[in-house]
């Protein structure tokens, strides 16, 4: 019997037991608790449906996840529910109930509108660990050779920050579905302004897929995990793409701070002590890009003559 087959046996069997539970076992929380119960618990399952929960689909969800509060599934597992939740809507998730797991408040989406017992339980056993990868300006080059050979495979990133993750949980549902096929990674814009500036993001959240040195831009307005899939596993290849721009030199980081400072330079503050900064950073410029040039231009000797 394979591992699938033995989890979903199981769920069938103590299945039968959910008529004898009902929705008063699972807690309804508000959503001002959502983030206090995410950060108390490592692992919590929230279930969103709509108020009043009277349709059958609902009733059968509310039914099931009575049935895991009440069982020993995974030691330490919190489980709640939330009636017409803000964070539903703002994910886009319609007015079906539908099921997110939280792993030390790394949330992921069951990918399904049918919330059965035994798709649940192998689900959650399936994820426990998350799966997406954060990247950052430190090692984002070194893992996923995005310019420098893609020996590490493709990858689909997420580049978001705090001001717009909301498709965190979609993500990781994506990241375990294209798991040991794609890698799967998120950046923090706000955390790493150098990638930003690299991939020129000018949108949150943005997604690009990293493949063989170029890069293929998500434009999409569907956000949907399905939709996701589909452009990862083919349907790049139909969107707007360009090379991978190289890593930054030292260099080119100087003269970004520099413009930036430019940018936003205010002739009516400049003084003495602003000119001896900029007038130092142009002649440190220079002799960097002096360097630079050198280095990239060394004169080749001459072989040795034999008779």
Known sequence: MNY??????IA??????VSSVGADDVELVLDEQRDEIV???DYVLMLFHPDPCITE?????????????????????????LANSALQSKLALGNKPRLIFFRKAVPILLDSSEIRLDDVVIWLEQNKEPVSRHLDTSNFEHLTQAATGATTG????????DQCDHLLPIWESVGSHL??????????????????RRFRIT???????????RMYMYELSTKEPTSFLQFANRWYVNAPSFSVPSEPTP?????????????????????????????????????????????????????????
Do not use: M
């Open 4 to 9: 699938r087959n033995h989890f979903v046996q």
């Open 12 to 17: 069938l069997i103590l299945g039968c037991l």
């Open 39 to 41: 950060a108390r618990y």
């Open 57 to 81: 689909d609902c009733k059968n969800a509310l039914h099931h996840a009575s049935y895991i509060a009440n069982s020993s599934y995974i030691p330490g597992l919190k489980i709640v529910r």
């Open 154 to 161: 493709d990858w689909f990133v997420l580049f978001q920050n």
């Open 179 to 196: 798991k040991h096929r794609i890698n799967v990674a998120i950046v923090n814009t706000d955390a790493s302004p150098e990638l930003k």
């Open 203 to 213: 949108k949150c959240p943005t997604i690009i897929f990293f493949r063989l040195g």
């Open 251 to 307: 260099f080119d980081a100087l003269t970004d701070n520099v413009v930036a400072w430019l940018k936003t330079f205010d002739a009516r503050e400049f003084s003495y002590q602003s000119s001896f900064v900029v007038a130092s950073a142009f002649l440190l410029a220079l002799v960097v890009g002096c360097f630079y040039c050198r280095k990239g231009h060394q004169p080749v000797k001459e072989a040795s003559k034999h008779d």
